[in-house]
C-alpha cells in the first residue's frame, strides 16, 4: 500500500527560508547557467518579501494588508487579500523601528523590478550583474534574518531556522562574488586586528573575531559562547571528529590566565596563519609552550627551572 501523500505545509518564515536555500543552491555552483541566475533573482526576491512581512506580521499584523484600516482577520486567515508592496513593507518596518540602510533599500527594490521584468517580459543581463545584486541583498537578508527573525522564535521554529542557516553559512563562502563583496565590507573592521582573527568553523572564511570574551564571526553573524567554542573549532577547522578520543587532548578544561574553560590546545590566528598556538577564547591570550601540571592537571606556564608542577601547588606546598 502506497503512503498517503504529504500535506505542503509552508508557515511564512519556513516558506521564506525554503526560497533562501534555493537562491543559494542556484549559486552554489563555479558557472552559474542562465536557468540557475533566473531563479536565483525569482526565488531571492521572493523570500526577501515574505521574510520582511513574516516581521511585520509579528508586530502588527494589520500592517501586511494594502490599507491596514480595512484589514480583516477572517481574509487574513484565509490569505484572502492584497498584501501591500515590498516598499511599503520597508516603510511599515521602519516606522516600528525596524533598521533598513537606505542602500539596503535601493538594492532590494531594484531587485524587485529585476524580477518584475524576468517575470513578466523577461530579462537581458550579464550574469556578473545579477550575481552582484544578488550578494547585496543576500549581504542583507542575512544580517536581517539573524538581527530581527531569529531572536523571537522558539522551539521547533527556531531549530528549523537554525538548521537552514547552517546550510546557508556554508554555502556562502562558494557563491561567485559575494565572499569579496562581503569581505571588502568588514576588511576595515578585521585591520590590525591580526592576532584576534582566526578561520570560521562554519563558513572557513578567515572573519572570525575573538577578542574580549566575544566570539564572532563577520563574515556569516553567527556567535558563540567562548567556552563552548573550542569543540566547534576543533572539529570545523582542524577536522577532529567528536568521536575522536584525541580531540580532548586539544582542549584545556581552564585558562591560565583568566581561568575560564575556554582554552584550546591548537588555534591558527590570520597574524601567524601556519603556526600552532594555544588560544584563549575567553581572554583572548595566545599561549606556546603550557603544560599540564603533575600534581592538578591543568595547564600552567613553566619557567626557567622547568618544574612540572604549576604555581598554584607549589604555593600549597609550602
Not at 54 to 70: D, K, M, Y
Not at 189 to 201: F, I, Q, V
Not at 214 to 234: G, H, I, N, Q
Request: overall charge negative; hydrophobic content about 40%; charged content about 25%.
Amino acid at each position: 500500500m502506497n503512503p498517503a501523500p504529504a500535506d505542503m505545509n509552508y508557515p511564512p518564515i519556513q516558506n521564506g527560508m525554503d526560497y533562501l536555500r534555493s537562491v543559494i543552491t542556484h549559486l552554489d555552483r563555479a558557472e552559474p547557467g542562465p536557468r540557475d541566475l533566473k531563479y536565483a533573482v525569482l526565488h531571492l526576491q521572493a523570500a526577501t518579501e515574505v521574510l520582511l512581512k513574516a516581521l511585520l506580521v509579528s508586530l502588527e499584523w494589520t500592517q501586511v494588508f494594502t490599507r491596514p484600516e480595512e484589514a480583516n482577520e477572517l481574509a487574513y486567515r484565509q490569505g484572502d487579500f492584497n498584501s501591500c508592496k515590498i516598499e511599503d513593507a520597508i516603510k511599515r518596518l521602519r516606522e516600528r523601528g525596524v533598521s533598513i540602510a537606505p542602500e539596503d533599500k535601493g538594492h532590494i527594490t531594484a531587485l524587485a523590478k529585476q524580477r518584475n521584468r524576468l517575470q513578466h517580459f523577461g530579462l537581458t543581463a550579464t550574469a556578473p550583474a545579477i550575481e552582484a545584486r544578488a550578494a547585496q541583498v543576500l549581504d542583507f537578508l542575512i544580517a536581517f534574518v539573524n538581527d530581527h527573525l531569529r531572536p523571537g522564535l522558539t522551539g521547533t521554529e527556531a531549530q528549523h531556522l537554525e538548521q537552514q542557516m547552517y546550510h546557508v553559512r556554508q554555502a556562502l563562502p562558494r557563491i561567485r562574488g559575494y565572499s569579496s563583496i562581503i569581505m571588502d565590507r568588514i576588511k576595515p573592521e578585521l585591520a590590525g586586528r591580526e592576532w584576534y582573527t582566526l578561520r570560521c568553523p562554519d563558513c572557513l572564511t578567515w572573519s572570525l573575531l575573538a577578542e574580549g570574551g566575544e566570539v564572532r564571526c563577520l563574515f556569516c553573524e553567527t556567535d558563540w559562547d567562548a567556552e563552548a567554542f573550542p569543540p566547534d573549532y576543533a572539529a570545523g577547522v582542524l577536522g577532529h571528529s567528536w568521536s575522536n578520543d584525541g580531540m580532548e587532548s586539544e582542549l584545556a578544561a581552564h585558562c591560565p590566565e583568566c581561568g575560564s574553560a575556554a582554552l584550546i590546545g591548537e588555534a591558527y590566528l590570520a597574524a601567524a596563519p601556519e603556526e600552532a598556538m594555544q588560544y584563549c577564547f575567553g581572554c583572548s591570550t595566545e599561549f606556546e609552550g603550557l603544560e599540564h601540571c603533575m600534581r592538578c592537571g591543568q595547564l600552567y606556564q613553566p619557567g626557567e627551572d622547568h618544574v612540572a608542577i604549576c604555581n598554584d601547588c607549589l604555593g600549597g606546598m609550602g
